[in-house]
Structure formats: structure tokens, C-alpha cells
T-cell receptor
Framework: EDQVTQSPEALRLQEGESSSLNCSYT??????LFWYRQDPGKGPEFLFT???AGEEKEKERLKATLTKKESFLHITAPKPEDSATYLC?????????????FGSGTRLQVQP | EAQVTQNPRYLITVTGKKLTVTCSQN?????MSWYRQDPGLGLRQIYY???????DKGDVPEGYKVSRKEKRNFPLILESPSPNQTSLYFC???????????FGPGTRLLVL
């Protein structure tokens, strides 16, 4: 069974304090790994797609990396507006449904 | 602007009263999907559609119906809603499902 586990469940940072969120996954074969940001009561907002081990993507203060078993979302010098829940999801290679399997998310709070 | 829209955004109804949640995308995507999000259970796929007139069940299809008569629209139908369908619902679309899935703003449903 495909599984996605995110850690920590919650993270509180001071503004400017860099950190990393972890997403470990178990799938028969990885088609793609996705990072989303979700604000309370809103739809997941796409951040990054990673397809193969060693791949890295960057956007402003965020950088996503991928290995064969996990992905990291690095947040450099975060600001209060980065506070949100960050979701990791995978699409396995062998699924006809093409459904995203989501982790439970990391709730990030950045204090000024 | 490329987007996925859903209506209504909030809905309170009573057990057994049929309702439809609409979803529309303007990106000419072939793949569309419905998810529900519940505390502690994360996001789970309800139904998906590969293209017009092609739909199939996801992880939690019981109590729901869908149709795909036009490429841009993918309504979710609850013919006899029950309290356990109280949830936050998201529609998503993607070019063919393997790529990034873009989510709508969500519909919060309360069934009394």
C-alpha cells in the first residue's frame, strides 16, 4: 500500500529561522511527488513537482529536494506569511486512477 | 486567469435532500477529480474522470455520483446526503492526471 508520512506534524519558527520539513514515501514506483501549501479553509496551492531522485526546485524562500525515499522542503529565512499547512503527495507509477496520495501535512507557524 | 472554480462555497442542508456541487476548469484539462478532506484522514479521492463521458470510482465513492458531459465541467452529486458526508470538498484538474493537479477553492458542506 502506498504511504506518505510527513514530519513534524507541527513546527513553530521565529521569523528568519530556517528549517526543513520531511516527507517520506513508500510506493511501488514513483511517477511524481508534489508539494502544496494550504491555508485554513482554502484549496491546496501548488508549489513544486519533482519526478526523479536528485531533482531540486526553488521558489523564493522555498526549496524542494527528492531522494529515492523522501523529500525535503527547506524554508530559508521564513516570514510570517509563510505560515500554512504544507502537504506532500505522490502519484505512483502503476495507478490507473492517477489519484494523489497525500500525507497528513506539516502545520507551520512563523512568529514575527 | 487559469483556474478551477467550485460552487457553492458553503452549503448547509438536511439529510436526504439532493444537492449538486459544480466544478469548472478553464485550462482545457482532460483529467478532473473530486477529493474530500476530513480531520485526521487527510485528502481522499472520491471520483475521477479521464475525459468526457469517462468516469470511475476513487477511494471513497459511496453516496456520490458524478458526470462529465463537457470537458470543462465535472459536477459532484449527492442524491441522498447523510451527516457522514459533512466535509470539505475539493475539485482538481490536470492535463492528463500524471502532472500537477490544480485545486479549486473548496466547498464546505454541512449535512444536518
Amino acid at each position: 500500500e502506498d504511504q506518505v508520512t510527513q514530519s513534524p506534524e507541527a513546527l513553530r519558527l521565529q521569523e528568519g529561522e530556517s528549517s526543513s520539513l520531511n516527507c517520506s514515501y513508500t510506493v511501488s514506483g514513483l511517477r511524481g511527488l508534489f508539494w502544496y501549501r494550504q491555508d485554513p479553509g482554502k484549496g491546496p496551492e501548488f508549489l513544486f513537482t519533482l519526478y526523479s531522485a536528485g531533482e531540486e526546485k526553488e521558489k523564493e524562500r522555498l526549496k524542494a529536494t527528492l531522494t529515492k525515499k523522501e523529500s525535503f522542503l527547506h524554508i530559508t529565512a521564513p516570514k510570517p506569511e509563510d505560515s500554512a499547512t504544507y502537504l506532500c503527495a505522490v502519484i505512483p507509477m502503476d495507478t490507473g486512477r492517477r489519484a494523489l496520495t497525500f500525507g497528513s501535512g506539516t502545520r507551520l507557524q512563523v512568529q514575527p | 486567469e487559469a483556474q478551477v472554480t467550485q460552487n457553492p462555497r458553503y452549503l448547509i442542508t438536511v439529510t436526504g435532500k439532493k444537492l449538486t456541487v459544480t466544478c469548472s476548469q478553464n485550462m482545457n484539462h482532460e483529467y478532473m477529480s473530486w477529493y474530500r478532506q476530513d480531520p485526521g484522514l487527510g485528502l481522499r479521492q472520491i471520483y475521477y474522470s479521464m475525459n468526457v463521458e469517462v468516469t470511475d470510482k476513487g477511494d471513497v465513492p459511496e453516496g456520490y455520483k458524478v458526470s462529465r458531459k463537457e470537458k470543462r465541467n465535472f459536477p459532484l452529486i449527492l442524491e441522498s446526503p447523510s451527516p457522514n458526508q459533512t466535509s470539505l470538498y475539493f475539485c482538481a484538474s490536470s492535463r492528463q492526471g500524471w502532472e500537477t493537479q490544480y485545486f479549486g477553492p473548496g466547498t464546505r458542506l454541512l449535512v444536518l
